[in-house]
């Protein structure tokens, strides 16, 4: 299964944690990392036009979209690691998963979405919402393997 992440910006302090379990991931999933640059801007109107229009031209239309947004569906691990797995089943050839920058992902691009999906009620900076998928994706796939990694209940 495809997975695609396209995020904007680049991490910060949080790179090195990214980037490790985005190398664990790799090992269930065909997973490639896309960062967009972050748009500047006098208003966040503006600046998130720019970033869905960058965000946008990385989509392929064979996948499905999942908007990461606090107003999203949540999952539990088990859940998600499940629904990961009906995408292989599936008409689409892979999943993108996007994570806006600093004001979010523009609302028609949110709608545009197959599904929203929320890590955290709260609102997280990019990089712990980078840090915090990754890691799922990686439980995920120990879970779906059946790997002794998630020790949580559902």
């Known amino acids: 299964m495809r997975i695609s992440v396209v995020a904007v910006g680049k ?4 790179a090195a944690p990214i980037r490790d379990y985005e190398e664990r991931a790799k090992r269930y999933w065909r997973l ?21 229009g960058l965000i946008r031209a990385r989509l ?3 996948h ?7 107003a999203g569906r ?12 009906r995408q292989t089943w599936g008409p689409a050839r892979g999943v993108h998963f996007l994570i ?22 709260f609102t997280l900076p990019h990089d ?4 915090v998928l990754a890691e799922q994706l990686y439980r995920a796939g120990t879970i779906l393997r059946n790997e002794p990694y998630h020790k949580g209940a559902e």
């Open 11 to 14: 991490p910060g302090a949080l």
């Open 74 to 85: 949540s999952f539990s691990s088990v859940a998600m690691a499940r629904w990961l797995e």
């Open 64 to 70: 499905a979209v999942v908007a990461l947004t606090r």
């Open 32 to 52: 490639e990392v896309t960062e967009v640059p972050q748009a500047r801007g006098r208003e966040a109107r503006e600046v998130l036009v720019r970033e869905a």
């Open 60 to 62: 392929k239309p064979d």
């Open 128 to 131: 712990l919402a980078r840090l």
């Open 100 to 121: 806006g920058g600093a004001f979010g992902l523009e609302a028609p691009l949110r709608e545009e979405c197959d599904l929203a999906v929320s890590l955290s009620p």
